[in-house]
């Protein structure tokens, strides 16, 4: 275990000033602003994000507060809506894009959301093409209330992948 993490802060401007990817995670803090502007292409409205969030319900695990459940509450903001797509998933695959070709595991994992309160944990495993292709972990820690979003992109390798396949998030931190 590593002593230290590497903290990397994208904003406006910068979106692949990444250190090197090794075996250590990248913590990586983002204006929730700049997110959320992100996350806007598509689900402008309500109706849309809505529409969005049943397209995607189907590749997701979904809990809120701790009880699995397949159905989203129509009591959710729109924009708490947002982050519960795989369209969330769109500027970390951006980042590592930067390193290689990202592209879905073999075995199908799904993404798991954790709703709790007016925070949102999602966990995605994918697997990065550099010579040769090895896994990834990406988890998305957001909170309502905060003016940031933690992406956290960590190295995985294949027997840990093996023991994680429904994307649980019993280890977020």
């Known amino acids: 275990m590593n002593d230290y993490e590497f903290i990397d802060v994208i904003d406006h401007t910068n979106v692949t000033n990444i250190r090197e990817l090794g075996y250590m995670n990248h913590v990586i803090y983002v204006s929730r602003t700049f997110y959320d502007e992100e996350l806007l292409g598509g689900m402008e409205t309500r109706k849309k994000a809505r529409h969005q969030v049943d397209l995607d319900s189907h590749r997701c ?25 795989q369209a969330v998933m769109a500027l970390p695959v951006k980042i590592l894009s930067t390193f290689g070709l990202v592209a879905e595991l073999q075995k199908g994992h799904r993404m798991a959301i954790h709703i709790n309160g007016s925070r949102i ?47 649980e998030i019993h280890s977020i931190w």
């Open 61 to 85: 695990n979904l809990y809120i507060n701790g009880t699995r459940t397949v159905h989203f509450p129509d009591t959710t903001s729109t924009v708490m809506m947002r982050y519960c797509t």
């Open 121 to 167: 944990f999602v966990k995605k495993n994918l697997r990065l093409f550099l010579n040769g292709w090895f896994p990834i972990c990406i988890k998305i820690i957001v909170d309502m209330k905060e003016s940031y979003v933690i992406i956290i992109l960590r190295r995985r390798n294949q027997k840990n992948i093996d023991n994680d396949q429904y994307g």
